[in-house]
C-alpha cells in the first residue's frame, strides 16, 4: 500500500513556529517553557516531514530508474535468448554437416583402401609376372646374341661367296652347308623386317 504525500504548505509551519515562540515570551513559567518546546518540536517535525518527502522523491527516482533499468535488462535477456536459440540452430547445422562430410569422408576413405589394396595386389602379380619375364629374357638372353644387322649382311655375302667357292671345287656338303648358312641369316633378316613393319 503506497502512502500519498502532501506537500506542506510553504509559510505555515514557520507562521506557526513564530506564532508559538512569541507566545512564549509572552507567557512566563511552564506555559512557556511548553510553548517553546512545542515550536522546537514543531520546527523539528517539519524539517523531518521534509527530509520525509525528499527521501520519498529521491527513492521514487530510484524506483523509476531501477524498473526502467529492469525492462532495459529484460529486453536484453529476451534478445539474448534469441541469439542463443539462433546459435544454437546454427550449431545443430553445422554439426550435422560436420557428421555428414566426416561420413562421406570414411566411406570415401574406406573406397581408397580398397583401391589401395586392390593395387598392392595387382603390383604383386606384375611384379611376380615381370620377375618371370626378366628370367625367360634371361634365359633367352643366355642362348640368343645381339648382332647388327649390316654384320648378318656381310655373313650372307660371306656364305654367297663360300657357296660358290665350294660349288667350283665340287665340295657339294661344304657347298650346301653354307648355302644352309646363308638361308638361316635371310630368314633371320627377314624376321627382323617384319618385326619392324
Known amino acids: 500500500m503506497s502512502a500519498t504525500v502532501v506537500p506542506l504548505p510553504p509559510n505555515s509551519s514557520s507562521q506557526t513556529i513564530d506564532f508559538l515562540r512569541r507566545m512564549a515570551s509572552m507567557v512566563s513559567g511552564r506555559n512557556g517553557e511548553m510553548l517553546l518546546r512545542a515550536a522546537s518540536l514543531i520546527e523539528s517535525l517539519a524539517q523531518r516531514a521534509m ?9 521514487l527516482d530510484a524506483s523509476t530508474r531501477n524498473a526502467e533499468l529492469r525492462e532495459a535488462a529484460d529486453l536484453a535477456s529476451d534478445a539474448m535468448v534469441g541469439q542463443i536459440e539462433v546459435l544454437r540452430a546454427q550449431l545443430a547445422e553445422v554439426t550435422a554437416a560436420a557428421a555428414a ?15 589401395m589394396q586392390n593395387a598392392e595386389s595387382h603390383i604383386g602379380k606384375l611384379t611376380t609376372e615381370l620377375d618371370g619375364l626378366r ?3 634371361d634365359s633367352f638372353n643366355a ?10 649382311r656381310l655373313a650372307r655375302t660371306q656364305f654367297d661367296f663360300l657357296s660358290a667357292g ?32
Open 101 to 115: 562430410e566426416r561420413a562421406a569422408f570414411d566411406a570415401e576413405r574406406g573406397k581408397l583402401i580398397g583401391v
Open 135 to 137: 628370367a625367360s629374357v
Open 51 to 59: 527530509s520525509a518527502e525528499r527521501l520519498y522523491h529521491e527513492q
Open 166 to 197: 665350294f660349288a667350283r671345287k665340287g665340295d657339294v656338303i661344304s657347298q650346301a652347308m653354307s648355302e644352309i648358312g646363308g638361308f638361316a641369316i635371310d630368314q633371320a633378316l627377314t624376321a627382323k623386317k617384319a618385326d619392324t613393319a
Open 143 to 152: 642362348t640368343a646374341v645381339s648382332v647388327p644387322i649390316e654384320v648378318l
